[in-house]
Structure formats: structure tokens, C-alpha cells
């Protein structure tokens, strides 16, 4: 079979080998990947700029992948060959509250991730995809979609009526916008393309801020929300936007923390106090965040957005598509 190792950090140091299939173990299957698709934490472990340190040595990186599985180990009852599946983030964070056993099972990053025609997997660290979706779909939810699950819907508990703010639009961003339009709510969109805030419109974005022409968006978004603030904003934007969040939210409001696009930094802890918000930093989510979403994105017929697919031996390029930052939604690598 073929993979990708990471021995050093670089994009272009990206080796392309070949190994033997592996074999599934007691308890463990044994997975023929069909696609995976591109984070920006992907991005920053390849290039040696991941917050959580240096890659291991000959690293497989990815953490989002489908496939079906062809083959499984004895004692496995929850999936068998022939069905459609996904890995999920951290392979031992199954439900309840993170921890730091769960932490250390990362995918692509703690641990070997999906960047290979075959892979194997613990069964619980598997979840049945959506029967509607291809495998390219499919692809794009274990991190961006479990990710803005748990923030719209497990941390601020957004309400039909209610306003969310989403900052871009990658990943997360986009599938947050979906899935607060399922709930009901409205959602402003900020973008630096005007193009690209015309494509959130389309998929049910109220409004758009652009963040060049508008620097100072959170007061454009105090404006559209008749001077209260908006219920929800998912912030991806780290210290370059957070204070400007923390003006833009309303009273008791809600700021779902996940990423760190524009650096980090200090943060002064007055506002959140003096408006009562709740902070949640969002670190993807457990197996049961992952079903609760696919049983949703089943019954609304609710497709990922993919900007881009590249082929397997184009691998390096999608991860310089993805620094080129002129994607919309999700990169995706079709494993031929």
C-alpha cells in the first residue's frame, strides 16, 4: 500500500512510500481509506508549527479520513466488512468529558493519522457515516464538523431566533453556519472576500461583514443585532479577533474558542466578567458528539462544502492550497 510519512517538517518533505498492509488485531479493523481531507492543524504539524510540539518521526499525518472496512479482528461487534466508516478525532474519547488519556489519541498528530491507502483502527474508534454522503463528504467531518457541533449546538446550545457569528470561511466556519441554519437561527458571516460572503449567503447567511473594508466588524455586528450583541460567535480567530469578540457578544452570550489563525496572546479577563459569557475553548469532541451530528446531517440531507479535491499523489499541493488560504469550506484528497 502506499502512505505518506513526515521524517522532518516541510511540506515538501512529505515522503510518499510503500509499505505492506497492515493487519487488524483483536478488537480492531482494518480500514481501505477512500479519502481524507485537509485541517489547519494538519497544515501547522506538517510544517512544525503545531502548538502541541514536534511531530513524531516518520508521522503519518491527517486526522480525517472514511472508508469501508475490509477486514476486522476478532472480538469486533460494532462494525464488519463492507461498512461505510470514519475515524474519529481522539481514538479514546468516546463520550463524556475529555481527558488526558483521550488527549494523547489524536489522530495525525499523537498518533499515526489517515494519510494511507489502508489503516487500522480500534473499533470504537469508528463511526457508520451518513448513507447520503460520498466518501469525499464523509472525509470532512471527523475534526471541522464535530468541531462546530460542539460548539453550536453542545456548548451554546443555539436557539431557532438566536444569532451566530462564524469568522470565515474554512471549515469549521462554514459547517457551523450550517448547522445553525438547521437549528433556526441566523448567522452573520465575516470574510475578506466579498465573493466568498456571497457563497455563505447562499448556504443561509443573513448578513456579512467584510473585515477589510470594516476593521472594526464587531460594531457592525452590535449594529445588525440592534445594538444587543449576537447570542454565539465561533472564534477561530484567536488574539487578533478575540477582543473585538468579546464587544461583539451580547450579555450572557456565548464565545466557542477553537482556533488560533492570527497567533496568540494575553487575554483580559474584565469582559468576560462584566458580561457574563461563557468561554468555552473547543477541542473537537467525543464518538458521541460525532453520532449525535451524523443522525442530524441524516434526517436534513446536510452535505459538506469541498472546495477543492486533489489526488492521492497531490497531496503536497493540497496543503499548499490550504496555506494559499483561497479555499471555502473543505480540501479534500480522493485516495485513487
Known sequence: MKLYRLNQPGIDTLAL???????PGPGQALVRVRATSLN???????SGRYARGAPMAGLVPLSDGAGEVVEVGAGVTRVKAGDRVAG????????????????ASALGGAVHGMMAEYVVLDQDGLVHVPAHLSFEEAACLPCAAVTAWHAVVEHARVRAGETVLVQGTGGVSIFALQFARLLGARVIATSSSDDKLLRA???GASDGINYRAAPEWQAEAVRLTGGAGVDEIVEVGGAGTFARSLDAVRLGGCISMIGVLTGAAEVNPVGIMRKSLSVRGIYVGSREMFEDMNRAIGLHGLRPVIDRVFPFVEAREALKHMQGASHFGKIVIRHD
Open 17 to 23: 512510500c510503500e509499505e505492506e498492509v497492515p493487519r
Open 40 to 46: 489547519y492543524r494538519d497544515l501547522m504539524t506538517v
Open 88 to 103: 474519529i478525532f481522539m481514538q479514546r474519547w468516546v463520550a463524556g468529558r475529555i481527558t488526558p488519556e483521550a488527549s
Open 201 to 203: 449567503f447562499s448556504l
